[in-house]
């Protein structure tokens, strides 16, 4: 069963470091697509033919724009359009203008012969596309001026089409405008006509209710009723009623007064009537009664009152008396009869008045319809001349040139020096995307690359630790010797080894991979030879039995081994050979016969092992691949300890996973990881290893060469050697 820890195994963060060992690592594929990126833009380059490049200036303006006025007034100009300039950049490129510029100058043809092998001429649509990819169009920022810049072989043919793209641009953007003009003017023609036939159908209708209801119009543009006799009586009327109201209120309100002189005072109104009526006769008789009182006085004075002239000037003073009072009381009669013919006068004309006003309202009620009729009449008639005028303006403005609607500011001209190819630009664009090509790849086949990698990643993945690290190009130990620049990796995987053992007795080990080439073989060699080395009696067993490998490593022979005592052919001392580094035997596989399935699980095989526990301080088995056969498994259920050999990136994660599993589920005790086969020099991550070890050989070898090395003590185990026991 898979182990919960192993599936259950956090993911890692990539550090930058981890980056760079990346690139470190696949930096011959990164350096690879760099350099072919660098030659093939170099090359592409080189075959790029020259082209120069022409530049025409033009200044362009919104379409309702006109040079002058028809008021007289300044230009008019159109309301801000944020998308105007990028119109027209499209127009420049449209179909209506490059095709101008082509048949100018037969492109087509003349292009069709330098791109189609056969010469044939491109098809419009192919011209426009290929004039398009060589034309470049700018709008400087905040103007109106285009850059119209275009690209070719020939310099003075740049300068040609440039100045033709302005030119046909704005023989289009005239056509355009008198396009529009056009349709403007039609359709307001159409319109003044309709309208012109609607006030004829208008006229003859005003004039048909003018004779039916007899009204009076000599007025053309009159839009209400003219004054007749009638309204005129009627002003004339109204203005006397008003007058004669005035009078009659000043007259009612003079007798009033008098009237209640008369009925306070009665002589003081003939003083009052004598100076308002001016009547002459009431003023000579009141002027002789002034005359006769002073008479009186004066004779009462020098007469008495009874002298008989006193009396007679009495006398005829109240005669004047008496005919004062009549005139006043004529004078009354005669106002008040002044007061009622005023007011009858003031009915008369106010019923007149009256009359009048209903006689004209029943007039104005009458031709009502025929006035609004012709009202609108008139407005038709002043909507038609608004048509016309605004035609005329429009025809006349379409008349004028429009020279501000495109104005050139600088006419192309050919250029000196090309313009393309752009060598160092593009050849270190070309070296810049290449490295990225190379660095994208090479992360991307990282990603790809499920293989074991670092330590921190075993530790992780697998769950165990990892014993030792083996460096790149090892060689064998019983030929380099103990000073070996390698043996010290395997010293700390002894180290590690005898650490990690859970009891002191475990003395038999079985190296296991997942794959072939992962070298078990030599790990299994190497590390006999160092506990050889430490003194301790060693034996390293080739238990790989369909293709032994450690006699061809160690020069001897395969004649004889495990398959010949398993099968009681021989005898242990027969089967085990001494090689040339003291306390080191071998035991070879032997020749497989057909017939020996599943020898290594057998009893005599379990007994072997605990023969050699007795004998060997410590037994290596190398064993087959444990992915491809059951043997493997078996040699793990049976010793005491196994190690299993990862080669760095060699086979899947999941496939070295599936590997520990398989020795755990037989039972087996794995005590850890070796990573083999490691760059010491490319990746970061094994650095220290790699440096220590190889930095600590260095002084073990300058203290070697200064001083005399003890023969036979190459251990470094205090000079004690343990020899084997002889068989």
């Known amino acids: 069963m898979d182990s919960p820890e192993t599936q ?6 990539l ?6 060992r990346i690139i470190r690592i696949r930096k011959a594929i990164i350096v690879s697509v760099f350099f072919i990126t660098t030659i093939m833009a170099t090359v592409v380059t080189f075959l790029m033919r020259p082209e120069f490049s022409s530049t025409a200036e033009i200044e362009i303006q919104p379409d309702y724009v006109s040079d002058v006025s028809m008021s007289g007034g300044a230009a008019t100009y159109a309301t801000y359009d944020p998308y105007f300039m990028e119109t027209e950049l499209k127009a420049i490129q449209g179909e209506v203008v490059l095709e101008r510029v082509i048949d100018d100058f037969h492109l087509a043809a003349a292009w069709g012969k330098k791109i189609n092998p056969d010469g044939t001429p491109l098809t419009m649509n192919e011209a426009i596309d290929y004039l398009r990819g060589n034309i470049s ?23 040609k089409i440039a100045n033709d793209i302005a030119k046909d641009y704005r023989d289009y953007r005239l056509e355009q405008h008198r396009q529009l003009s056009a349709n403007g003017i ?57 007058d004669d109201e005035a009078t009659l209120s000043k007259l009612a309100d003079q007798y009033a007064v008098f009237q209640v002189i008369q009925a306070t005072n009665p002589t003081a109104l003939a003083d009052v009537l004598s100076t308002i009526d001016s009547d002459s006769q009431l003023s000579d008789l009141l002027g002789k009664l002034h005359d006769n009182e ?18 007679a000037t009495l006398d005829l003073a109240n005669e004047e008396r008496r005919q004062i009072s009549e005139r006043v009381a004529g004078i009354m009669i005669g106002l008040q009869t002044a007061v009622q013919a005023q007011r009858d006068k003031v009915d008369t004309i106010s019923n007149k008045l009256d009359e009048l006003k209903t006689e004209i309202q029943a007039e104005e009620v009458r031709g009502q319809p025929y006035w609004e009729a012709k009202r609108a009449l008139l407005d038709k008639r002043e909507l038609h001349q608004l048509l016309g005028a605004r035609i005329s303006e429009i025809t006349a403005q379409t008349a004028i040139p429009k020279s501000t609607l495109v104005t050139p500011i600088n006419d192309a001209v050919p250029g000196d020096y090309p313009v393309k190819p752009k060598k160092a630009l593009q050849i270190g664009l070309g070296a810049f995307v290449g490295l ?9 086949i990282e990603y790809l690359d499920t293989s074991v990698k670092t330590i921190d990643e075993v530790e992780r993945v697998f769950q165990a630790p990892v014993l030792g690290v083996i460096p790149q190009n090892i060689g064998r130990l019983i030929e380099e010797g103990p000073d070996s620049s390698h043996a010290e990796a395997y010293r700390v995987l002894r180290t590690n080894i005898l650490f990690s053992r859970k009891d002191k007795n475990f003395n038999t080990i079985v190296v296991v991979s997942a794959g072939m080439g992962e070298g078990k073989s030599t790990t299994a060699l190497n590390l006999a030879t160092v506990f050889a080395q430490a003194g301790e009696r060693t034996l390293v067993v ?133 990573l083999n086969n490691i760059n010491m020099a490319q990746d970061e991550s094994y650095y ?39 068989f």
Do not use: C
């Open 8 to 13: 259950n195994a956090p993911e890692s963060k």
């Open 15 to 20: 550090h930058f470091l981890d980056y760079w």
């Open 137 to 159: 169009l700018d709008a400087n920022r905040n103007t109106k001026i285009i850059d119209i810049t275009v690209y070719d072989e020939d310099k003075d043919m740049a300068a």
């Open 186 to 242: 039609a359709v307001l023609e159409k319109q003044y006509n309709d309208e012109e036939a609607g006030i004829l159908l208008t006229q003859s209708n005003v004039d048909q209710m003018r004779a039916e209801y007899n009204i009076p119009d000599t007025d053309p543009n009159a839009t209400q009723p003219t004054p007749t006799i009638t309204s005129q009586q009627l002003q004339q009327f109204d203005t006397e009623l008003i």
């Open 294 to 311: 002073q008479k009186n006085a004066v004779e009462v004075n020098y007469l008495g009152s009874n002298s008989p002239d006193r009396e």
């Open 436 to 444: 990225l090509v190379g660095v994208g790849l090479a992360f991307f």
């Open 542 to 674: 080739d238990s790989d039995l369909r293709r032994p490998t450690l006699h061809k490593l160690l020069g001897l022979t395969n004649n004889l081994g495990l398959i010949n005592y398993l099968l009681k052919q021989n005898t242990l001392e027969q089967v085990i050979q001494t090689t040339s580094v003291p306390m080191l035997n071998f035991m070879a596989s032997g020749k497989l016969p057909g017939n020996s399935t599943n020898i290594l699980g057998s009893e005599p095989m379990r007994n072997l092992i605990a023969e050699l526990k007795r004998r060997y301080d410590f037994i290596l088995f190398d064993s087959p691949p444990i992915m491809g056969l059951s043997d493997a498994s078996v040699l793990a259920s049976e010793v005491d300890m196994a190690i299993q050999i990862i080669q760095y990136r060699r086979y899947p994660q999941l496939m070295n996973i599936r590997a520990k599993q398989m020795v755990e589920k037989v039972g087996g005790n794995l005590v850890g990881i070796v």
């Open 688 to 726: 220290y290893y790699g440096g220590y070890y190889y930095h600590s050989n260095e002084e073990a070898t300058e203290t070697a060469k200064s001083s005399p090395r003890d023969n036979g003590n190459s251990s470094g185990d205090g000079g004690r050697i343990k020899l084997p026991q002889k």
